[in-house]
């Protein structure tokens, strides 16, 4: 690959490909906001969307990828887009490890948990909170339904990919005492172990050696 090539892809999706990289596991980084059906100011780091999905489906179309590694340092963004993702990650047939590094917020909660085993650092957080939104809502009632069934898919999507209970998930998202003038509840490293929706602490070291095991395992 050209160096114009390799520098595209650093500055597009934070992924080089270089020859001292090992070629048979794909590296996916999501960080800032998620962007989906919305474009964000220029001025806000984002994840896109239509990025990711095309590098998703290289990581199930390629023979020589064996395992996916997702590093997500992430604000949370668009629902829509980041539960379709986490859908695709989690319905990936080969092994997926994930890293929680500064942060893993309110999408990025499902996104974390969606694969196989996950892994937080001792120093990052996550946000867990109720689906908001900002500007004018047109028909109250069927916007809140809306919002309801979409809050229920995030729900049941966390719960099956993680050991956390749907009762301790929803008491966690709207607590009361944790945020000032909102609501939901911020975990830091250890903690959101605890709560059962990461498997485990620990940095880049151990969550490529957990996946390097992965792939042997499903080798033999």
């Known amino acids: 690959m050209n160096d114009d ?9 934070g992924i080089p490909n270089s020859s001292k990289i090992p070629n048979d ?3 996916l980084t999501i960080i800032g906001e998620i962007e989906g059906h919305t474009i964000c100011p220029p001025q806000k780091k984002t994840t896109k969307y239509e990025h990711i999905i095309p590098l998703l489906i290289s990581v199930m179309e390629n023979p020589d990828i064996k395992g996916l590694f997702v590093i997500l340092n992430t ?18 047939n080969k092994p997926k490890v994930s890293l929680v590094l500064g942060g893993g917020h ?13 892994f937080i650092v001792p120093t990052a957080t996550m946000t867990i909170h109720p689906i908001r939104t900002s500007g004018l809502v047109i028909g109250v009632p069927q916007t809140f339904r809306y919002f309801e069934k979409m809050q229920q898919r995030i729900i049941d999507f966390i719960v099956r990919t993680s050991s956390i209970k749907k009762g ?9 005492d944790e945020i000032a003038n909102d609501i939901g509840t911020i975990l830091v490293g250890q903690e ?3 709560y059962g929706i990461i498997n485990e602490v620990g940095g880049f070291d151990k969550a490529l050696s957990k ?5 042997k395992e499903g080798l033999n």
């Open 168 to 176: 301790e998930l929803k008491k966690l998202m709207y607590a009361t």
């Open 75 to 92: 604000v949370g963004g668009d629902v829509e887009a980041g539960l379709a993702l986490a859908e695709m990650i989690n319905s990936i």
């Open 211 to 215: 996946l390097r095991t992965l792939i």
């Open 5 to 13: 090539k390799n520098n595209e892809n650093i500055e597009e999706l």
């Open 106 to 118: 309110s999408i990025g909660v499902p996104l974390a948990t969606a694969t196989d085993y996950s």
């Open 192 to 194: 959101a172990v605890d």
């Open 25 to 27: 596991i794909q590296f």
